[in-house]
């Protein structure tokens, strides 16, 4: 089975991302009080890995746990604040 990992391409909102490009090395998504914090990397080879395109997608949507609802009520998932490909490991 070949891993997946994530490109990311914009901020969801349409503002210019200084990350678009580059994968996912690192997300905590309970970072700075569930607001989420990554860091990311133009080298393939230092790209989170995942098992399936599932468990990607799934860890994109992962809801912070510190605080799981925004104040607007909806779901806290702040890796969606991101557009992404979830990409074959090449």
Known sequence: MTDHIIRAVAFANGVPCPHA?????????????????????????????????????????????VKPTRPDGRPNRPLTALTVVIEPLP
């Open 21 to 65: 490009g580059q994968w996912i090395a690192t997300f905590d998504h309970d970072a700075y009080d569930g607001q989420g914090y990554g860091t990311f990397t133009d080298k393939v080879n230092d790209a989170k890995r995942f098992h399936s395109n599932a468990a990607a997608f799934e860890f994109w949507r992962r809801r912070s746990r």
